[in-house]
Nanobody
Framework: QVQPVESGGGLIQAGGSLNLSCVAS????????MGWWRQAPGKAREFVAA????????YYADSVKGRFTISRDSYDNIIYLQMNSLKPEDTAVYYC?????????????????????WGQGTQVTVSS
């Protein structure tokens, strides 16, 4: 079974940029959609961005719109999250997730239950 593996996290100063990657371990990401989520200590997991494979349509949380960009490579093996103008409140563990078959088609991309495959996460820490 394909497994998402995140990388690219780290410690960065406010205002800086990071580019997270999510690689398909074992196969390609030929799924309905992929998303990035994050979870800060003591808080619920929060939607960040999603990309639907058909047409590469993207969706963003209001908190990151204009600063973050989700994209995918042409071989369906990697998705990226380019994060610019980082703020201390962006500090969290960032997770890559897959909505493989759109079984939960009644749910929006902002609904955690829409996703059925998750990576282990990568830590992003933004210092002020």
């Amino acid at each position: 079974q394909v497994q998402p593996v995140e990388s690219g996290g780290g410690l960065i100063q406010a205002g800086g940029s990071l580019n997270l990657s999510c690689v398909a371990s074992g196969a390609s990401f030929n799924f309905y959609a992929m998303g990035w989520w994050r979870q800060a200590p003591g808080k619920a997991r929060e939607f960040v961005a999603a990309i639907r494979w058909a047409g590469s349509i993207t969706y963003y949380a209001d908190s990151v719109k204009g600063r973050f960009t989700i994209s995918r490579d042409s071989y369906d093996n990697i998705i990226y999250l380019q994060m610019n103008s980082l703020k201390p409140e962006d500090t969290a563990v960032y997770y890559c997730a897959a909505d493989r078959f759109n079984r939960e088609y009644g749910r929006t991309f902002e609904d955690l239950n829409k996703y059925d495959l998750w990576g282990q996460g990568t830590q992003v820490t933004v210092s002020s």
